[in-house]
C-alpha cells in the first residue's frame, strides 16, 4: 500500500504565500503523475495542478501564474508553492499520485487533506 501525507496548510492573509507538501511512501515501485486538488465547502473537488514523473506540469486556470507545483522524486515528494493567494482559494486541498507498488499493482491514492485558509 502507499501513503500520501500532506502538510504546510494553515491561515494566510489574501496576498500571502504558502507551500504545501505531499510526502508518499509505503511499497512503492514506480511514482508516475502526481497532483494538487482542492474542495471548498460546497462545491465538487476540482483539480488544481498536475506533474508527470518527469516534470511536465499543467495548472488550472484560477491558479496559473500563481501556484507552482514541483516534485523530488528522491525524496517522493510534491510540492505546491501557493503565491498571491485569494479567499477564493480557500478549501482543503489534497494530494494525488499514481503508483505501482512493489506487487505490481498500479493505482490512484489521495491524501487526507489539509486545511487552506485565506482571511483578513
Known amino acids: 500500500q502507499v501513503q500520501l501525507v500532506e502538510s504546510g496548510g494553515g491561515l494566510v492573509q489574501p496576498g500571502g504565500s504558502l507551500r504545501l507538501s505531499c510526502a508518499a511512501s509505503?511499497?512503492?515501485?514506480?511514482?508516475?503523475?502526481m497532483a494538487w486538488y482542492r474542495q471548498a465547502p460546497g462545491k465538487q473537488r476540482e483539480l488544481v495542478a498536475t506533474?508527470?514523473?518527469?516534470?511536465?506540469?499543467k495548472y488550472g486556470d484560477y491558479v496559473k501564474g500563481r501556484f507552482i507545483i514541483s516534485r523530488d522524486n528522491a525524496k517522493k515528494t510534491v510540492y505546491l508553492q501557493m503565491n498571491s493567494l485569494k479567499p477564493e482559494d480557500t478549501a482543503v486541498y489534497y494530494c494525488?499520485?499514481?503508483?505501482?507498488?512493489?506487487?505490481?499493482?498500479?493505482?490512484?491514492?489521495w491524501g487526507q487533506g489539509t486545511q487552506v485558509t485565506v482571511s483578513s
Open positions: 506533474i508527470t514523473g518527469v516534470g511536465v506540469t
Open positions: 509505503g511499497s512503492i515501485a514506480t511514482i508516475y503523475t
Open positions: 494525488y499520485g499514481d503508483f505501482t507498488t512493489t506487487s505490481y499493482t498500479y493505482s490512484g491514492y
